[in-house]
């Protein structure tokens, strides 16, 4: 059993409600009034923490525009640009960091950010977030995960690629580095990713295999990924966000939109209550329900002595009466008393000569009783 994990004060675990980050990364499109925007709706719809990508095109790559640095994929959402340009056009400049936190934790967020050098977890260990991300592009850079962990924070890895030599190296590295608390997140590093490429039933093995917290860094469309990965035992939900998909930008088109963040955070608290535990029988509210299951009923005024029959005893709603279960039972007893037709069955309605003597619970099979 993985132990509970706290990031600012925040609780992640099993026994806690799912944790959602909404993801910035470049959907600021180079405007700080616009990120803080992005922070102000991540808010409203009930994220939990709100995540910087922290870089430079100069820390990620060489500015080169042909070869290997130049995007010509026809299926990329990039394509006919070079990395260089890339990040420049979707990196969070570094002088933006403390007022968007700034305005993140005065919101009620947990800010944080994915270092993608040793320079940039120097520069967020001066700014003191709780904790940090490896993205799944950086889970094997060892040395990357060794700097992240000697501040001993909190570190969520994401898996996208890896194998489970790779996972096993980084969280190997992780904790000899000095991180006791790390969440893995499963991921499929396409963008944006098919439901059917998510593997969501990795999750509970990884949480076996490693035994760390887990969780979703998701870039399909929707929310469905995100809500089934917490029946699966994701503690931790990541997803992309913008204020509106058709104001483009790097991101945006496998970005969440607010109504579908306030949707995930519903929806996946909504999950996650609805696992409780394993559980038969009645529940305490269920209590008044027991009214409207089926049972017994004298369904005509009977005699002293007239006998039951398939006529005169019927299985019906209400459930006052004995269970259906005795109906073959009673078929061919006696009444010992007059009955009044909608009075529920029960065993002290019978005689109590020879031929209903083994009618009474306390003389019936214990297996037949009610």
Partial sequence: MTKTISIAGRSIGLSHRPFVIAEMSGNHNQSLDRALAIVEAAAKSGAHALKLQTYTAD??????????????????????????????????????????????????????????????VDFLEQLGVPCYKIAS?????????RKVAATGKPMIISTGMA??????EAVRTAREGG???????????TYPAAASDTHLLTIPHMRALFNCEVGLSDHTFGIGAGVASVALGATVIEKHFTLARADGGVDSSFSMEPPEMMALVVETERAWMALGEVHYGLTEKEQKSRVFRRSLYVAEDLAPGDMLTESNLKIIRPGLGLPPKYFDTLIGKRVGRAVRRGTPMSWDLLTSDD????????QMPRGARA
């Fill in 137 to 145: 592009f950086e889970n094997t850079d060892l040395p990357l995960i």
């Fill in 179 to 189: 991180c006791e608390d790390i969440v893995l997140l499963k991921c499929t590093s």
């Fill in 59 to 120: 820390t990620m790559t060489l500015n080169l525009g042909e070869g290997e640095f130049f995007i010509d994929d026809p299926n990329s959402l990039w394509r006919g640009t070079s990395l260089h340009k890339l990040y420049q056009e979707a990196h969070t400049p570094w002088e933006w960091h403390a007022p968007i936190f700034e305005r993140a934790r005065a919101l009620g967020m947990i800010p944080f950010s994915t270092p993608f050098d040793a320079t940039a």
């Fill in 355 to 362: 031929d209903n003597v083994s009618t009474s619970p306390q």
């Fill in 163 to 168: 194998t489970v030599a790779d996972i096993d």
